[in-house]
C-alpha cells in the first residue's frame, strides 16, 4: 500500500508559478512510476507528468512542456512539480500518483492516488 500527499496549491496570476509536493509513505519501489495528473471541472483527468521513482527515466504532456519540470527527492521519498509560465487553462485539481507497473500516460495504469491540491490560475 502506498499513500500520497498532495501540497502545495493556491492562486497564483497567470505567468506565476508554484511547486507542488507529492509525500509519499508505506511501500515504494524502485520500480515505480510517480506522475502527475490533473483534473478541470467537466474534462477528463490529464496526464501532466511522469517520473520514475529512482529519477532515471522522465515524461512530460505537450501542454506543459517547457513550462513544468518534474523532479524527485528520494531520500525525502518526494515528488515535485515545478510550474513555471502558468496560464488560466491549468487551472484544475492536481493529483499524485504511483503506477506499480511502467511509464504511461492512462489514469487507468495507475495503483494509488493522493487527494489532490488546487490550482487556480487567474487571469
Known amino acids: 500500500q502506498v499513500q500520497l500527499v498532495e501540497s502545495g496549491g493556491g492562486l497564483v496570476q497567470a505567468g506565476g508559478s508554484l511547486r507542488l509536493s507529492c509525500a509519499a509513505s508505506?511501500?515504494?519501489?524502485?520500480?515505480?512510476?510517480m506522475g502527475w495528473f490533473r483534473q478541470a471541472p467537466g474534462k477528463e483527468r490529464e496526464f501532466v507528468a511522469a517520473?520514475?521513482?529512482?529519477?532515471?527515466?522522465?515524461s512530460y504532456a505537450d501542454s506543459v512542456k517547457g513550462r513544468f519540470t518534474i523532479s524527485r527527492d528520494g531520500a525525502k521519498n518526494t515528488v515535485y512539480l515545478q510550474m513555471n509560465s502558468l496560464k488560466p487553462e491549468d487551472t484544475a485539481v492536481y493529483y499524485c500518483?504511483?503506477?506499480?507497473?511502467?511509464?504511461?500516460?492512462?489514469?487507468?495504469?495507475?495503483?494509488?492516488w493522493g487527494q489532490g491540491t488546487q490550482v487556480t490560475v487567474s487571469s
Open positions: 500518483a504511483v503506477d506499480r507497473a511502467t511509464m504511461s500516460s492512462c489514469p487507468d495504469d495507475y495503483d494509488y
Open positions: 508505506g511501500r515504494t519501489f524502485r520500480s515505480n512510476i
Open positions: 517520473i520514475t521513482w529512482n529519477g532515471d527515466r522522465l
